[in-house]
């Protein structure tokens, strides 16, 4: 249990702050008052930072950090938009020493320092893998504390650098219950009493909540409760709700109790209206064998997103695997695979190649499998190169049973050369089935192959023998026909 924990700690960590920081994208819940175009313009911003640092031009990455932090001291962005612009900065890996070579040419720049310490902070992580405790090195643990410790150092730097540090104090929440502080609520303290309505340390500060660190679910309403009544934007409110009821379906997940893990995240979808966080709801009650709430959580999601193709897909499979409904399932895939999910679309392939609850369909097949196979979908590619195949050697079995056609054409003439093939193809079975009487008597009758046919006797019973006879006499007979003709 100590291991799972552990193991639970440090990964998640790890995801549920890629979350939170995707959260504050200005366009999700700034409104009118963020940046214009910000979210659009940031990746072309990210890159732009990478640039930078890589090129060693650190008067211009004091020049575009500076431009943040005035304009959060002149309330022209918000806490969250600050915090946006230095999530780049988690982004980047293997170069600390350009960091390092920041903070000398710059000791007292704020954003230097706080752009060391989350790089430290990610490569702490990085440096620990996410193993179990037991399957993690003693190095591997004192690294991860190494480089949070050198993080934590370079916050508490920064707190005298600049005068509303809130993005520092955030991070230190973080580092707090990673390294077991205990200053967690005194971080959150100096946070909001520089903002009084900011979320992202309130988000940090309920994540530190979880049961995952030693908190639980009291102590998290608790919390969610003294928030509703601060300053705390509803808009805002609504999301750290929403991540509230999030962890409580994780949780619950990992109890098992699924009905309530899939209320939980229904809750949470309530208030943040992420169709992720709603297929969760639905994904959970599929795990607790609940087919028809997972059904009814699909059905939703679908409904709102129709082109939401993660709806679609979980959908077809309930109706696939659980209710036997193969139509419906047929459908929503194809709806996904025209959608451009490239999973829907080897699935569809797959359907059309091998017959399943469709008519077989070798173009249509094609076209699916082909559609994935330009996304890289393994699968797919295999999929594609062998009903390629498959087809090649289906038309090469026509080609060839037409040409024993035409060569039984000419041995019902007399031709003693195409009469020993026709044999020697009835003695194979590769072109036509394998029939050893009808082998026998082609055989005796061109008088081509003795050596064949003298061990194709020692074979056949007296029975056979006989029959092989019958077929001679039955053969002539057709051959005189023909020849009347």
């Excluded at 938009?81 to 230095?86: A, D, N, R, S, Y």
């Excluded at 980047?92 to 752009?115: C, H, K, M, N």
């Excluded at 059904?295 to 082109?307: A, G, T």
């Amino acid at each position: 249990m100590h291991n799972n924990t552990m193991l639970l700690k440090y990964v998640t960590t790890f995801i549920i702050w890629a979350v939170l920081m995707s959260s504050y994208s200005p366009d999700s819940a700034a409104g009118e008052n963020s940046l214009a175009g910000q979210s659009k313009k940031h990746s072309k911003n990210s890159n732009d930072t990478y640039e930078m640092l890589v090129n060693k031009r650190y008067e211009q990455l004091e020049q575009k950090y500076n431009i943040y932090l005035q304009s959060y001291l002149n309330k022209m962005i918000t806490a969250e938009e600050l915090g946006w612009e230095f999530d780049d900065f988690h982004k980047i890996q293997g170069v600390e020493i350009l960091f390092d070579e920041w903070v000398s040419a710059y000791p007292t720049s704020y954003s230097a320092r706080l752009a060391r310490s989350i790089y430290l902070l990610d490569d702490g992580f990085s440096r620990r893998g996410g193993k179990f405790a037991n399957e993690t090195t003693d190095k591997q643990h004192q690294e991860f504390k190494g480089q949070l410790e050198k993080a934590r150092l370079d916050l508490v730097q920064s707190l005298k650098l600049f005068s509303r540090p809130i993005v520092s104090y955030t991070v230190l929440i973080r580092i707090s219950y990673c390294l077991s502080l205990g200053r967690e609520r005194a971080f959150l303290g100096a946070a909001l009493a520089i903002d009084s309505k900011a979320f992202q340390p309130r988000a940090e500060y309920l994540y530190s909540l979880t049961p995952k660190w030693g908190g639980n679910p009291l102590l998290m309403k608790k919390f969610i409760d003294e928030s509703k009544i601060s300053a705390l934007d509803r808009i805002w409110m609504d999301k750290l709700e929403g991540h509230y009821f999030q962890y409580l379906a994780e949780q619950a997940t990992y109890d098992k109790d699924y009905r309530n893990a899939s209320y939980y995240y229904l809750k949470s979808f309530n208030l943040n209206n992420k169709p992720e966080i709603l297929l969760e709801s639905g994904k959970v009650a599929e795990d607790g064998n609940l087919k028809d709430l997972a059904l009814s959580r699909y059905e939703e999601l679908v409904k709102k997103y129709p082109n939401y193709v993660y709806g679609l897909t979980y959908r077809g499979h309930i109706y696939e695997v659980h209710l036997k409904d193969y139509d419906k399932a047929l459908k929503d895939y194809i709806s996904a695979a025209d959608l451009g999910d490239s999973w829907a679309q080897n699935k569809v392939g797959l359907w059309y190649m091998t017959g399943d609850h469709v008519s077989a369909d070798l173009q249509v097949s094609t076209k699916y499998f082909s559609m994935a196979a330009k996304q890289n979908n393994r699968h797919a590619i295999k999929n594609l190169k062998s009903l390629r195949t498959n087809t090649l050697d289906a038309k090469m079995r026509n080609f060839e049973k037409n040409v024993f056609t035409n060569v039984l054409q000419l041995a019902k003439q007399g031709d003693r050369q195409h009469m020993a093939s026709v044999g020697e193809s009835y003695l194979r079975g590769d072109v036509v089935g394998k029939d050893e009487i009808k082998a026998f008597a082609w055989l005796t009758l061109s008088g081509l192959k003795p050596d064949q046919l003298k061990e194709l006797s020692m074979k056949l019973l007296p029975a056979q023998l006989t029959e092989a006879g019958n077929e001679v006499e039955r053969i002539k007979s057709e051959i005189n026909e023909y020849k009347k003709k």
